[in-house]
């Protein structure tokens, strides 16, 4: 009862680092279905990746300038740290250090599918914006890993969600509801709520990922000019 009574409820997750977490989780169920489903769908498949590049730069820089948990620095999986936590000896709030490690995998293989995607080139429904910067094998080359990547990443996805239903169910710590609602009751007097981020670090973070979804769209490449007029007879 008395360290029940210690129990306070602190932030951990700030607002862009959930909402980018949700937009991931949704893009990337709709950007699987477009690709299977293929046909009249891969123009918004590409424009899906597109979104993907998006959020993904925007992680980046947000995971330099966000706030206290959100910080790559202070969730990198360092050795001693994954070490510490399978002895029982972690302390922390933020992504433990296992988790640490299926988060940076995870954003590591859908990097991969995303940037292969833009070279990517099927020859019958899709051409990625900048598969004319490539040539025609390399373009193919990367459209087999950004094929064959899918599994790598159906994996690492059912082993996330395995994880967290084993956190929820066996060990009786939620990792949805704070990834919900941004804040996390905890037992730890020393635990510290997440501080830093704020308006202009997100127009900072907002700005660099638009920029680079409008370079991967291809906007700096010429167009193709015009077909010739056809021959008058």
Do not use: C
């Amino acid at each position: 009862m008395a360290q029940a009574s210690r129990k306070r409820p602190i932030l951990v997750w700030d607002l862009p680092t959930r909402l980018f977490h949700w937009l991931l989780v949704a893009l990337m169920v709709a950007v699987f279905v477009t690709g299977q489903l293929g046909g009249d769908l891969m123009p918004w498949h590409g424009r899906l990746g597109l979104a993907i590049i998006g959020l993904l730069s925007f992680r980046l820089v947000w995971g330099f300038v966000g706030s206290t948990h959100a910080r790559f620095v202070n969730f990198f999986p360092r050795p001693a740290a994954v070490v510490a936590y399978l002895r029982g000896q972690w302390r922390g709030v933020g992504h433990n250090p296992l988790g640490a490690l299926s988060v940076f995998g995870l954003l590591t293989i859908v990097a991969i599918q995303a940037l292969t995607g833009l070279f990517a080139n099927d020859d019958i429904a899709f051409q990625g914006p900048l598969a004319v910067l490539v040539e025609g094998a390399t373009s193919l080359w990367l459209t087999s890993i950004h094929r064959l990547t899918v599994n790598l990443l159906l994996v690492l996805v059912g082993l996330h969600v395995a994880a967290v239903l084993y956190y929820t169910w066996v060990k009786r710590d939620s990792l949805v509801l704070p990834m919900i609602t941004g804040t996390k009751v905890v037992a730890d007097p020393l635990a510290q709520p997440a501080r830093g981020g704020g308006l202009i670090p997100f127009l900072i973070a907002l700005v660099v990922a638009l920029g680079v979804v409008a370079l991967a769209a291809g906007i700096l490449i010429e167009p193709p000019p015009p077909p010739p007029p056809a021959p008058e007879w």
